[in-house]
Each structure stands twice: as structure tokens, then as C-alpha cells.
């Protein structure tokens, strides 16, 4: 009984949260994959009245797409809305770890 609870629990708590993918998981051309990081980055700088901790999280994931961003504008140096892409998302990141680093921990 104690396993087919334990099982239970483990299978439910698969479903229990959605995941988001890995920034470095973006499918298609390197423009396609640049305008989904430029809409998920906007997503991000609108959401208002967070608390630390979501603050925290999100610049996780704001510095990884910035990161990700940074890499596709390093293979296309030729382009210059990829390396506007790439500062603008330094600058997001930098914003979210300045507003994380104030947060009282």
C-alpha cells in the first residue's frame, strides 16, 4: 500500500508544475529562435508587482535566453538586429540581477 501510494505521489508530482524549455530547446531558423527570445524577454520586463523570489527566478531565465541570444548574434557578427537583440538582453539581464541583488534575503 505504502509503494502504491509513494508511486501515486512520484507520477502525480510529474504533472503538478509545467516546465518550460531550456532557452538552448528553441526550434527553427536563427531568426525564429531570436524573435521567440525578443517575446519571451518582453514577457518578462511587463510582469509587475514581483516578489523576490520570482524576481530571483526570472533572472535565471532572463540571463539564459540573454545568453542564447548573445550566441546566435556571435555566428551572424554580419547582423546588426541580432547584436541590438543581444545588448538589449545583457541590459534585461542586468536589471533582473540588480533588482535581485536588492531583494532582503
Request: glycine share 8%; with cysteine.
Amino acid at each position: 500500500m505504502k509503494q502504491l501510494l509513494l508511486a501515486v505521489a512520484v507520477s502525480c508530482s510529474f504533472f503538478a508544475c509545467p516546465k518550460e524549455a531550456p532557452a538552448s530547446d528553441l526550434g527553427g531558423s536563427d531568426g525564429e529562435k531570436m524573435d521567440t527570445i525578443a517575446s519571451k524577454l518582453e514577457e518578462y520586463r511587463t510582469r509587475t508587482e514581483l516578489e523576490c523570489s520570482e524576481t530571483c527566478s526570472i533572472k535565471g531565465k532572463v540571463c539564459g535566453l540573454s545568453g542564447t541570444a548573445c550566441d546566435i548574434a556571435g555566428k551572424h557578427a554580419d547582423r546588426g538586429d541580432f547584436q541590438e537583440r543581444c545588448v538589449a538582453s545583457q541590459e534585461d539581464c542586468a536589471r533582473f540581477s540588480e533588482s535581485c541583488s536588492t531583494c532582503s534575503k
